[in-house]
């Protein structure tokens, strides 16, 4: 799927990725999973959506304020992976926060704007886990805030981090050799800490590595 190509079919456009203004960074890769920092309700003009649903929106409004919420989101995923949603393998969870009344019990209705717009972009790859909460009031008096957990692909059929190492036949040795033509530079034999040699001979970074699976990626 071509989450990509669902963007334009949906006549969806992202929103600028902000930038941070705080001490935090606004997306972290850790492993394969990348961490969204929480993403405030911001309409099409740029302008804040506050307010108190329940009491200033009602639930149409709170769940557009939260699909507004999934499409900031997005545009920071897009950022991250340098425009490229095919490095996207799931989205793992979503946390939603709902600037609501105390009478208020809707929330999920909410959140269902920021579930759907991430459903229909990333099909079965988007179904999600999600928690919707009611708070008493978010940061600058918006609406809603949503906050995501993604997986990343370990491999990228056009990214050039792809390396594949044979496992060893031995249990006592990580790896025996780096199959030929896969992985760029000069074959690198021995066992052990072969993936450190590795990297530390080419200058790579080691972005995975999978000692059942024999999967290692460099940038």
Excluded at 44 to 61: A, C, M, P, R
Excluded at 192 to 217: C, D, P, R
Aim: proline share 4%.
């Amino acid at each position: 799927m071509n989450y990509q190509e669902n963007l334009k079919k949906l006549g969806l456009k992202l929103p600028e990725a902000k930038a941070p203004v705080g001490n935090y960074v606004a997306t972290k890769i850790s492993g394969k999973m990348l961490f969204v920092s929480g993403q405030i309700s911001i309409d099409e003009k740029g302008e804040l959506i506050k307010g108190k649903v329940g009491k200033d929106l009602d639930v149409d409004s709170g769940y557009n304020a939260a699909k507004r919420c999934a499409l900031s989101i997005i545009s920071q995923i897009m950022k991250t992976c340098d425009n490229d949603l095919t490095k996207i393998k799931s989205c793992i969870k979503l946390t939603g926060f709902v600037n609501s009344t105390d009478n208020f019990v809707d929330q999920p209705k909410v959140i269902n704007g920021a579930s759907d717009l991430i459903a229909s972009v990333f099909g079965d790859a988007g179904m999600h886990t999600r928690a919707a909460v009611s708070v008493n009031s978010l940061p600058l008096g918006v609406a809603v805030e949503v906050d995501a957990i993604f997986e990343l692909n370990l491999v990228v059929d056009d990214s050039p981090i792809i390396g594949y190492l044979e496992q060893s036949k031995t249990k006592n040795d990580a790896f025996d050799l780096i199959k030929p033509g896969l992985v760029p530079g000069p074959t690198i034999s021995g066992k052990g800490n072969l993936v450190h040699e590795y990297a530390v001979h080419t200058g790579a970074k080691m972005l995975f590595s999978n000692y059942q699976t024999g999967w290692i990626g460099f940038n």
